[in-house]
């Protein structure tokens, strides 16, 4: 890539001195932070280095931290819209480790393949012309007609563009290698590494050059970084364009470090109301010793609503109760036993600090569309509801409070998870929850 700093080296996308001088990334991380909330919780753990002679930007990690540096020209010259996609895209290379694992070789053409399955996630309009996506021709209007590779350029554009979207790194990897013009580009580094602009959407230098132990300690820090912002978007509710596949891909790449007792307890902790009341042992700091102060307490209505259909066997059932018992530790929830109706006549608040012997009150069909119904007539008396269940039912639709499912072990939602919803499977063994 070029390092002249008052050009960026990619066609159509060369700010002035002038623009690229007044150039600031703050304003546009801060409208990913309204708009794209994974996204912006993930970068914010990311040190952002302006290079003047960065032609375009990239992601790396060097000492166990994580770095994104963008060059001022070719940021500058993006859109609104290309800054999402630009910034989603680097985001993209550290979720799927790609600065971090060893490299496909040739790595030329594991970069194209890296870009065209990162790419196939974002939306068309939001990639600068010079990036890769599957269905989309090469911008080829830095190689003249009568260039010597202009043919090799437009049989790999051809071949792209007749690809389809959402496939693996390898698969677009081992579709690439059996192309003969790809052959060809690199075999003549004049044409293939060195054309500026053909598929340079973003920087991949210094990838893969780590010893194995800075290798697991890149990947540990990625991780770390990753779980942070899904657990944020899981605790908020607030994925922005995020799809729910991608949010189950995601809640899977970190399973490992998440535990059923800490998400139950983070559920609960962030389904608290304020209570207030006035008292005269507190004094009130705008009308001093003439009205009361104001006591405040913080106390979490949960309800806990058990599936006792046919399909949850008494061990299922035995494994939820001891999951309650665990929560019973922790605080006093609303506790509803349900099957094709929520059985009223049943429903009891289990104190802190109880321990109550398995019961089963129902054996009949499920429908979590009854719970639904029953929670939105009951509005207020719930902050947060957890359906304990084996997921055999139709979708019930959004939840008029904050919802978590706790599935019991080999067990799934038999529709996707409703936005915000948090999913949480507990392990037999090992009694870890695992992302669904």
Same mark, same amino acid.
């Given at each position: ?44 753990? %990311? ?5 003047? !002679?960065?032609?375009?930007?990239? %992601? ?13 020209? /070719? ?10 996609? +630009? ?41 600068? #012309?010079?990036?890769?996506?599957? =269905? ?29 979207? $959402? ?67 899981? #605790?908020?509710?607030?994925? =922005? ?42 004094? $009130? ?16 209505? +949960? =309800?806990? /609503? ?5 399909? +949850? ?8 109760? =001891? %999951? ?5 530790? !922790? ?23 109880? !321990? ?18 029953? %929670?939105? !007539? ?27 499912? +706790? ?13 915000g919803d948090i999913v949480v499977t507990m392990d037999k063994v090992k009694q870890k929850a695992q992302a669904a």
């Amino acid at each position: 890539m070029a390092n002249d700093k008052n050009s960026s080296g990619i066609p159509g996308y060369t700010a002035t001195p002038e623009q690229a001088a007044a150039y600031d990334l703050q304003p546009h991380l801060i409208n990913m932070l309204l708009t794209e909330p994974f996204f912006a919780e993930l970068m914010r753990g %990311v040190t952002k280095i302006r290079d003047e !002679k960065m032609p375009t930007a990239g %992601v790396c990690v060097r000492d166990g931290e994580l770095y994104l540096y963008y060059g001022p020209t /070719f940021m500058a010259a993006l859109n609104a819209d290309e800054h999402y996609g +630009v910034l989603k895209h680097e985001a993209y290379h550290l979720i799927f480790q790609h600065c971090t694992s060893r490299r496909l070789e040739p790595h030329k053409v594991a970069n194209w393949a890296g870009d065209l399955a990162i790419n196939s996630l974002i939306p068309e309009n939001e990639l600068p #012309r010079c990036g890769l996506r599957p =269905g989309r021709a090469l911008d080829l209007s830095a190689i003249p007609t009568d260039h010597p590779s202009r043919k090799e350029w437009e049989e790999l554009s051809d071949l792209i563009k007749s690809f389809p979207l $959402n496939e693996s790194m390898e698969w677009y990897f081992a579709e690439l290698m059996k192309s003969q013009a790809a052959q060809s580009l690199l075999n003549n580094p004049g044409d293939g590494e060195g054309q500026i602009g053909i598929g340079d959407m973003d920087s991949h230098d210094g990838w893969g050059e780590m010893t194995e132990e800075e290798r697991q300690v890149a990947q540990a820090k990625v991780k770390e970084a990753l779980g942070k912002a899904v657990k944020q978007c899981d #605790r908020n509710g607030q994925w =922005g364009t995020v799809s729910a596949p991608m949010r189950e891909t995601l809640r899977k790449m970190i399973e490992d470090s998440i535990d059923w007792r800490k998400v139950l307890q983070n559920f609960v902790g962030t389904s608290q109301r304020l209570n207030k009341s006035s008292t005269i042992r507190r004094i $009130n700091r705008k009308y001093p010793y003439i009205h009361p102060g104001t006591q405040r307490s913080h106390t979490a209505h +949960v =309800g806990v /609503f058990v599936d006792m259909s046919g399909s +949850v066997g008494d061990e299922d059932l035995e494994r939820i109760y =001891g %999951v309650l018992g665990g929560l019973a530790k !922790k605080v006093t929830f609303t506790f509803a036993p349900f099957d094709y109706t929520v059985d009223e006549a049943n429903i009891f608040e289990w104190k802190k600090g109880q !321990k109550k012997p398995p019961v089963r009150f129902r054996s009949g069909g499920t429908s979590f569309i009854a719970v639904n119904e029953y %929670v939105k !007539k009951h509005r207020s008396l719930f902050d947060g509801v957890i359906i304990c269940t084996d997921g055999e039912a139709e979708d019930p639709g959004p939840s008029p409070v904050r919802r978590c499912w +706790v599935l019991v072990p080999g067990t799934k939602l038999l529709f996707p998870t409703p936005p915000g919803d948090i999913v949480v499977t507990m392990d037999k063994v090992k009694q870890k929850a695992q992302a669904a």
